[in-house]
């Protein structure tokens, strides 16, 4: 999954070779040990780079990523359930500035590159009514490091601009 690739790289670790298992498992393998499943991974490439979280912030990580594993290849592929999942992740950055808190973690790299494609798709109307998610995804997007080689997601919605700016 290019997702585990991204992270790697914000994270500055290698990843190793990212495959499915024959169980269709996400699977890699770091310092000769097998690490398996989207969140397991993810949380061992932080903990392996240095990234120090609190157990309640990895709880909350551990849970985003494993819901953002579960559904993120059904919305990709069903628009009516995509709109359902995004509304879900909108109301809960209502509350947060970012998925597990106030501060960015490795999870919100993660989950940016899981719904990039998905923010990508919305129309004007659709960002303005997803504004905690699109003002989540300019806070992501405005740190280079974040987004990567890829380019930034277009959410210059007058709405967007004078209620959610990309950096406080």
């Not at 585990?4 to 070779?17: A, D, E, F, S």
């Not at 949380?43 to 912030?57: D, P």
């Not at 990709?76 to 359902?84: G, I």
């Not at 007058?158 to 700016?165: G, K, V």
Request: charged share 15%; hydrophobic share 40%; glycine share 4%.
């Amino acid at each position: 999954m290019d997702v585990i690739k991204y992270v790697g790289k914000y994270l500055n670790t290698p990843v190793g070779q990212v495959c499915y298992s024959t169980d269709k498992v996400l699977t890699t393998s770091l310092d000769k040990e097998n690490i398996e499943g989207f969140a397991t991974i993810i949380l061992r490439l932080a903990s392996k780079s240095g990234f120090i979280m609190g157990q309640e912030e990895i709880l909350l990580s551990y849970q985003w990523l494993e819901h953002l594993a579960m559904y993120a290849k059904q919305a990709s592929s069903n628009p009516s359930f995509a709109k359902l999942f995004l509304q879900g992740i909108n109301k809960a950055l209502a509350r947060n500035t970012y998925l597990t808190g106030h501060h960015l973690n490795v999870t919100d790299v993660a989950a940016y590159h899981v719904l990039y494609p998905l923010i990508e798709q919305l129309s004007i109307t659709e960002q303005e009514s997803l504004l905690h998610l699109c003002r989540w995804s300019k806070h992501i997007q405005a740190q280079p490091k974040v987004s990567g080689s890829r380019p930034p997601l277009s959410l210059n919605t007058i709405l967007l601009s004078s209620f959610a700016p990309a950096v406080h």
